[in-house]
């Protein structure tokens, strides 16, 4: 089996190498192989550099892509996803904020309960808070989706805004192809939307939620967020790709 690890970079030049070499020395279970994708979203700094030696010092295994222009985010993660080809596919921010190890805590339960979809839950452990405002957010706008997606699912999904989430790579893909959304972070209420929609085999899927560690940064270290604007579009997508988007 193949895990894909999808990382969207904007103006990341301070640790994408890092971070990239930190998700290389992962060691994953079930004797996964591994592709890092690295979509580079217009960065104004060096990130677009650093991706592609990053690529020429790893053939194989690491796989730089550009974007023609600034696009957001969550059209960055969707290419991102349409130029993966393995069995599982998992978002990796280019910060530090999220710990890779961990992620083997997500594959992990996926095979072990034979799930298709696994999210993170930066909820699940007592993490730092550094904007009180972000997490208030990030609780609310979970508590909105679920009103929509928990009738669906039969799942609560604590954390909807959070980066960790894994998917088998079929449904990744297909779900993909339906992303709209050009915000920075309509990706997350739109992929959960239509992620409880989805049907395999004529059922929905079977979810799973891992608790997390988190680190935020702050606004001078990178964090790019405002709690205000973003948790407003936040808000329009989660009701709009619940009620309207097909």
Known sequence: ???????????????????????????????????????????????????????????????????????????????????????????????????PNEIVDLVNL???????????????????????????????????SNIFTYPRLRVWIPDMEVCYKLLRGDIAREVATKIISKSNFGVEPEITARLSRFKKDGKRLKFGIVPISYFPRSIEEGKKMSAFKDGYKALKEIIRFNLFAK
């Open 1 to 99: 089996m193949k895990l894909s690890l999808v990382i969207p970079a904007y103006n990341e030049s301070k640790t994408l190498r890092e971070l990239v070499q930190k998700v290389i020395d992962v060691k994953f279970p079930h004797n996964l192989e591994r592709e890092i994708i690295i979509v580079n979203d217009g960065s104004k700094d060096s990130t677009s550099e650093i991706a592609h030696k990053l690529e020429e010092e790893n053939k194989g295994l690491i796989f730089a892509y550009d974007n023609e222009k600034n696009s957001g985010k969550s059209q960055t993660v969707r290419n991102g996803i349409l130029k993966s080809t393995g069995d599982l596919v998992v978002i990796q921010d280019a910060d530090f904020e999220y710990e």
């Open 110 to 144: 996926m095979m072990e309960k034979d799930l298709d979809v696994v999210y993170g839950n930066r909820f699940g452990k007592k993490n730092k808070v550094i904007y009180w405002k972000n997490y208030i957010g990030n609780k609310g706008l979970s508590f909105i």
